[in-house]
């Protein structure tokens, strides 16, 4: 039992260490002064109040989208769409709030953020139901949809929702009402944390202590099983489906009463890739998931911040980021593998990662 | 009209390319998602390459060298270290544009964009007459074709093709067969990797003669979903990749004719919706014939 939750903590610990120092091997052949860099990564993300700050902004966006993931990923069900169901949950709540107006901001703000969760739901099972009554492979189908989110909010931004206050270039909309934001520019406040909390919270007690979560947990690991169990699959599927869109699309609403204030076509362009490596760096868990959004987040803070202190550019510190995509879902190296393969062998593939956890608490349902 | 046409297949040949390379690599059994990257690889290299030394032959032949390296890293992590290729495919796209970004400043001092002289040859010589807009097409377009020629043979008419696509439709049946999988997706990822260098150097010298930061802008995903689109079938790509060039070129026409009837955007759209459409369709098609249904992403915690 140990020794399983070991392993789901130190493999993607030991993905981000080797990562790391491949990053930084990298920048000491080009010439650049590591030590430097780590300083200035340090200096852009923790050191300080404001860094600290920053570093939170970004962790918020990765954190929100990143527990719905986790949840889809358990379940099986593979949704990359969480960009498209963002932006699709900021433009839901921007029309709320551009539409409220002057009324009271307890009216229109909990009503915007409602829009948003739904629209970004919808989205979602836009893809899900595809899956769930056709079959059609949601990979493909919630990644389209982000391609077309990302037109929608285009035209948007350029169309109906422009700013007319604007020198009718840039693609950004009106600004809400200042009365209806929830933090100010910073994107840190104490409402925008207590949203997080609730969300981290409500994702563990799901995930961990319901007969849901349970559930979620065995049509990812066996669907023909799970039916057997007398599972729902397709209603479990839907849930999932809906539960990571409205993450995305309360993400998205955050954004635009949070720091934002007003929507930009292409805001935030890599954040829903990323929250898909959170999930993976997180072990699909919501404490993991709140590790790992934080990891990124800082990250991302300190890549605003590097250029201004040293020579190495934006792009350096992503190259960090895509050193870990690449080998977060890395399974084992082959020696390891086949050594674990003769001590076992008659498990298939993949079966030997099933957690002890997991298989104790499915003993517990067969039973019952 | 001659000139819409060349306008479509000029927006259509990088996506052409670089779905026939998607396509050998989904035939095999991957999901090739890091197209974008590649095709962003092979952009910058062969720019690079021909600024510092002017020779369009070397550049062509280091762009293919770098995108078989990045091919071969792809398979070592989906096959051997049996890595998630949807996850790795599209952290290569990443990794990509942050690669060639920092590259870029790293040789080139700024992130500006980067100019050359080099130019790919055109064919066709028409100065005047009603035809004259073929001129402009590049050799690449014609090679375009002759790949989605070659392509069609190999894949029905050669031992090995159809090797290929069993690997694809049924990797146990294949191994059974004696097929070594792993041999040959290493084979169908370093074929995608070409043609995504040939995608690239298209993109950067048929008309724009430079690189700039993620200058690719989605293409690859482009030819991801033409590789769809098309059925997985040479023809069919072909198909897919014109119609997307022709729905580029439209946007560009509507933008300056339809002006405000109908947003450039949702023209842009339809790929994307399309692609939905027939993804459902095909999936009501196959569950007709009782193919089963994709499984569950697995591996993944």
């Known amino acids: 039992m140990i020794a399983g939750r070991a392993r789901r903590v130190l493999r993607p610990l030991s993905v981000v260490v080797i990562a790391i120092a491949l990053v930084l091997l990298v920048y000491g052949l080009l010439g650049y002064s590591v030590t430097a860099v780590v300083d200035g990564v340090l200096a852009g993300s923790v050191t300080s109040l404001p860094a600290a700050e920053q570093t939170l902004r970004w962790t918020v966006p990765l954190l929100l989208m990143g527990l719905g993931i986790a949840v889809a990923f358990r379940a099986g069900y593979f949704n990359v769409g969480a960009q498209g169901q963002m932006y699709v949950g900021a433009m839901a709540s921007l029309v709320v709030g551009l539409w409220g107006d002057g009324r009271a901001p307890v009216l229109v703000v909990p009503l915007a953020f409602v829009a948003a969760v739904l629209a970004g739901a919808v989205w979602s099972l836009a893809a899900g139901l595809l899956r769930l009554l056709l079959g059609a492979d949601e990979v493909v189908t919630s990644l389209m949809l982000n391609f077309v989110a990302v037109l929608l909010l285009q035209w948007a931004t350029s169309g109906p929702l422009k700013s007319r206050a604007g020198t009718g270039q840039a693609a950004t909309t009106e600004s809400i009402d200042a009365a209806y934001r929830i933090s100010s520019s910073t994107g840190t406040s104490v409402s925008i944390f207590l949203i997080c909390a609730a969300v981290v919270a409500a994702t563990a007690i799901l995930v961990d202590w319901t007969r849901t979560g349970l559930e979620i947990s065995l049509v990812g690991r066996n669907p023909v099983m799970a039916r057997w169990q007398g599972v729902n699959s397709t209603g479990v599927g839907l849930l999932v489906f809906a539960f990571s869109g409205g993450c995305a699309g309360l993400a998205g609403a955050v954004e635009t009463f949070g720091p934002a204030g007003s929507l930009r076509s292409g805001f935030s362009p890599q954040v829903g890739f990323m929250a898909v490596v959170v999930a993976l760096v997180g072990g699909l868990g919501a404490f993991g998931v709140l590790l790992a959004a934080v990891f990124f987040g800082a990250l991302r803070a300190a890549s605003l911040y590097l250029p201004v202190v040293t020579d190495l550019p934006q792009s350096g510190i992503d190259l960090l980021s895509g050193a870990i995509a690449l080998l977060i879902t890395v399974t084992g190296i082959p020696v390891v593998r086949r050594r674990q393969r003769r001590r076992r062998a008659p498990s298939v593939d993949g079966a030997s990662d099933v957690p002890d956890r997991l298989v104790a608490q499915h003993r517990e349902v067969v039973t019952r | ?301």
């Open chain 2, 1 to 301: 009209m001659m000139d819409l046409l060349v306008l479509c297949l000029q927006a259509a040949t990088p996506i052409w390319l670089a779905a026939l390379g998607g396509l050998i690599a989904q035939r095999s059994g991957v999901l090739h998602l890091g197209l974008e990257g590649l095709m962003l690889c092979g952009a910058f290299t062969v720019v690079a390459v021909t600024v510092r030394t002017g020779s369009l032959a070397l550049a062509l032949l280091i762009a293919i060298g770098v995108n078989l390296v990045v091919s071969v890293v792809f398979w070592l992590l989906i096959s051997k270290l049996k890595a998630n290729a949807i996850i790795v495919g599209l952290a290569i796209s990443m990794t990509a544009a942050a690669a060639t970004t920092f590259a870029l400043v790293n040789i080139f001092g700024s992130q500006a964009a980067i100019h050359t002289d080099a130019a790919l040859p055109r064919p066709l010589d028409l100065t005047n007459g009603p035809l004259a807009p073929l001129g402009k097409i590049t050799v690449l377009t014609y090679v375009a074709v002759a790949l989605t020629v070659a392509a069609l043979l190999i894949l029905t008419r050669t031992r090995w093709g159809l090797r290929l696509s069993v690997c694809g439709v049924d990797e146990f049946a294949a191994r059974s067969a004696g097929v070594n999988v792993v041999l040959t997706r290493l084979v169908a990822l370093c074929v995608a990797g070409v043609c995504c260098a040939l995608a690239g150097t298209e993109l950067a010298l048929a008309n724009v003669q430079s690189f700039s930061e993620n200058m690719t802008q989605g293409r690859g995903y482009l030819a991801f979903i033409a590789v769809l689109l098309g059925g997985v079938s040479p023809a069919g790509v072909a198909a897919a990749s014109v119609f997307f060039g022709l729905a580029d070129g439209l946007g560009v026409r509507s933008q300056l004719g339809l002006h405000g009837v109908v947003p450039v955007q949702f023209i842009q759209m339809l790929p994307y919706l399309c692609t939905i459409g027939a993804m459902a369709a095909a999936a009501v098609i196959n569950r007709r014939r009782g193919v089963a249904p994709p499984t569950n992403a697995d591996d993944l915690t």
